[in-house]
């Protein structure tokens, strides 16, 4: 696999107007890869990528392209979306426990049938959950706090 840099000017605050290289992964099925962790994915270029059933706790997604991306059963909890673009990506049965998907664009056209979120989660202001088919879970530790009074 080759990955083609896309060069991005950002002008955050510590960063001002530094070139960084930002993964070109359009296209591109990552299953085979180990997984991504901290800001790999930051601005990454995910359209249409397949990362299904992938280990992604805690990455930074933030301002990525994920545009008909597949992150079905993928484990996204503690994710941070941020601003990321998730038209048309397929998020069923992901596991979003914790996830950041407050700054989330286009999150309404994103397949989310059978996600599971819990509390923790933050979604798009405005956005209508309860036709998504996303699906309410307790907390870990609540879970395993239940099945030991069992």
Partial sequence: MV????????LAAGIG????AAPDLRNQDLRSQKGFNGRELYCAQLTNANLSAMS??????????????NL????????????SYLEGADLRQADLRGANL???HLLDRARLQGARYDAATRWPQGFSLSTSGAVSVKPAATERAEAGQK
Avoid: H, N, Y
């Fill in 72 to 83: 079905s059963k993928a484990d996204l909890r503690r994710a941070d979306f941020g601003c």
């Fill in 56 to 69: 992604l706790a805690e990455v930074d997604f933030g301002k990525a392209l994920l545009k008909g991306a």
């Fill in 102 to 104: 407050g700054g989330v």
């Fill in 17 to 20: 107007g530094t070139a960084l």
């Fill in 3 to 10: 990955l083609r840099p896309i060069v991005l000017f950002v």
